[in-house]
């Protein structure tokens, strides 16, 4: 049985011997859509999540594996919280500020329902497929001073997609999954496609894949990498313990995810050393009409919305979903941080509608193709410039063994 099918079974096995009668609120940590679809069937309490990659502050304990989880009476609160089983003492008191609060404005939980083990059979399953390919980490810096373009699968993209064969020659384009079918009607080949989840089916990709380059995660399926691309280049990030050994044994760094490919891939243009930084298609709301642009290869429901936030450009509110916010309270941290760095990169969001995100400039697409120049170097001649360092078969024997001795032991 695939992971993804065990841990849905878990998920609903524990959902459904929960007394949610009990409860008051949920406390946990990580993401995972399907695991809220499931409680969601039990309960209306308030979810709140707590993510070590996302929330500032916050630390949540990664030992822990599996879908154990405990009772616990918050006395102070007068509320009786279910937390998963994993998050340490220490957050009493930030559990108790968020029941204090509008739990709608808190980052709001979806449950990371995969095991270490998962993990970690995704992982070994896409390992071989690296060979040869290099990391975020060694070549740091090598796009330098190029603009980069992510490009989300917002509803808003439909209304500028004929604009990015202009912003094409000007930039590096980073497409995430659900944009490429939009990118390659309007004629650009982008020059980075992200993939950090494994439910990302080989066939939205087939057609880019010998005309790009895989920007993979720890958790990119085997059947994604067996596509002929023209590169591949790893992004390690936290991944349930796994990219502990990948980090140690390839001697790289972890790239912030933020649950999301779109964060994700901001954080790998920003370790690349790309100025501008620009987000398109990042509406991070959830539009009556639509919930990703026209060209998303699969149709998706509509997500319970929790509420409003500031739209893009000083425009009327957007609703919003749980996950959304999340993303977009990744978004307008990483501004900050990168605010306090004396060279970081300027950050625009030329969306051109959903929400605002603070710390990043507002532009139209058409304005902001104005400003660029008219041609920039390609990104793929500038990763072969830099010539980082291949992984190789010692590299992944060692880490394909260390995993499975974990696995032996576990």
């Not at 990302?200 to 005309?211: G, H, Q």
């Amino acid at each position: 049985m695939h992971p993804a099918s065990t841990k849905r079974a878990a998920v609903e096995a524990w959902a459904a011997a929960v007394d949610w009668s009990d409860v008051d609120a949920l406390v946990l940590a990580g993401l995972d859509g399907d695991v809220v679809e499931i409680v969601r069937r039990h309960t209306a309490a308030p979810l709140v999540c707590f993510d070590p990659r996302m929330s500032a502050g916050v630390k949540v304990s990664t030992s822990a594996a599996g879908l154990r989880y405990e009772l616990r009476l918050l006395d102070e609160a007068g509320k009786k919280v279910l937390i998963q089983d994993g998050l340490v003492p220490e957050l009493a008191h930030d559990v108790r500020q968020a029941l204090a609060c509008s739990l709608a404005r808190t980052a709001i939980g979806q449950a990371q329902g995969h095991s270490a083990e998962d993990w970690e059979a995704v992982l070994l399953e896409a390992l071989p497929y690296w060979e040869g390919a290099s990391t975020v980490g060694r070549a740091t810096r090598a796009l330098r001073a190029l603009p980069a373009v992510i490009v989300g699968s917002g509803p808003s993209l439909d209304q500028v997609a004929d604009r990015l064969p202009e912003l094409a020659p000007r930039a590096c384009i980073i497409a995430t999954p659900g944009s490429v079918a939009t990118l390659e009607r309007v004629g650009v080949v982008p020059d980075f496609v992200a993939v950090m989840d494994e439910r990302v089916p080989a066939r939205w990709l087939e057609s880019i894949a010998p005309r790009s380059t895989l920007l993979a995660g720890l958790q990119t399926a085997a059947e994604v990498h067996r596509l002929p691309w023209r590169r591949r280049l790893i992004a390690p990030h936290e991944v349930g313990g796994a990219e502990a050994v990948v980090v140690e044994v390839l001697e790289d760094t972890l790239i912030g995810v933020g649950g999301s490919v779109s964060t994700a891939a901001m954080s790998a243009a920003y370790r690349l050393g790309c100025s501008p930084i620009i987000l398109v298609g990042m509406d991070c709301a959830e539009a009556p009409e639509a919930t990703h642009c026209a060209g998303y290869p699969d149709a998706r429901p509509h997500m319970q919305t929790i509420g409003q936030v500031p739209g893009w450009g000083g425009g009327e509110p957007v609703f919003t979903t749980s996950s959304l916010e999340i993303y977009r309270q990744w978004f307008e941290e990483a501004a900050v941080a990168i605010a306090n760095l004396r060279d970081g990169p300027r950050l625009v969001n030329a969306t051109g509608g959903g929400a605002h995100i603070t710390g990043w400039e507002e532009l139209e697409l058409a304005e902001l193709v104005g400003e660029l120049d008219a041609w920039a170097p390609s990104a793929d001649h500038l990763i072969a410039k830099s010539a980082p360092r291949p992984i190789t078969t010692a590299e992944l024997s060692a880490i394909d063994a260390r995993l499975r001795t974990k696995e032996s032991h576990v």
